[in-house]
């Protein structure tokens, strides 16, 4: 097997995934001003470009773990790492992967707060109904096989079978 070829596909996931990383961050901010706005329009466009660099993503770590197989390592971060270690003694693609490493977390981070964001506005506003119709909305809701929930769910009943 030749190292050298292995760390050029390598090189080239690490950069490809650096760029994925970087607009998903710029993403992720972009939603946040939505989410702040109540731009709800905006926000849904922002969140259909986010899944698309979520799943160019998806695509790079499948690539990665393929290399690690093909070499015969694990596919987690220990196979990776020494995949990184035997096609790269020099260690120049460690530099670049834990760069990447630190974006995932930060991307994370900004993910989990447009999220906290969002759960509170919908909390916010199911506290606003409950105030405005007078009634309780019961946390675990009962669906239709179309998806509709019932208004009113029998205590203890999960589900409702319709013919």
């Known amino acids: 097997m030749d190292a050298s070829i292995y760390k050029e596909h390598l090189s ?11 607009a ?3 993403v992720l901010e972009t939603e946040h001003q939505f989410i702040l706005a109540d731009n709800l329009e905006d926000l849904e466009k922002a969140s259909t470009e986010r899944d698309i660099h979520v799943s160019t993503l998806l695509r790079i770590d499948g690539e990665r773990q393929s290399l690690c197989r093909a070499v015969g390592y694990t596919t987690d971060k220990d196979g990776l790492l020494k995949l990184i270690n035997w096609c790269d003694p ?9 760069q990447n490493t630190s974006a995932i977390l930060n991307c994370r981070a900004l993910n989990d707060r447009n ?13 606003m109904l409950t105030t405005l119709t007078g009634t309780e ?8 096989a179309r998806g509709n929930a019932y208004q009113n769910p029998q205590a203890g009943r999960v589900c409702h079978i319709q013919a």
């Open 115 to 127: 999220g906290a964001l969002i759960n509170n506005r919908l909390k916010r506003v199911e506290g």
């Open 12 to 22: 080239c996931l690490l950069g490809e995934e650096a760029r994925a990383m970087s």
């Open 24 to 26: 998903l961050e710029s």
């Open 90 to 98: 020099t260690g120049t693609l460690q530099s670049r992967w834990k």
């Open 137 to 144: 909305h019961n946390q675990s809701r009962v669906y239709t």
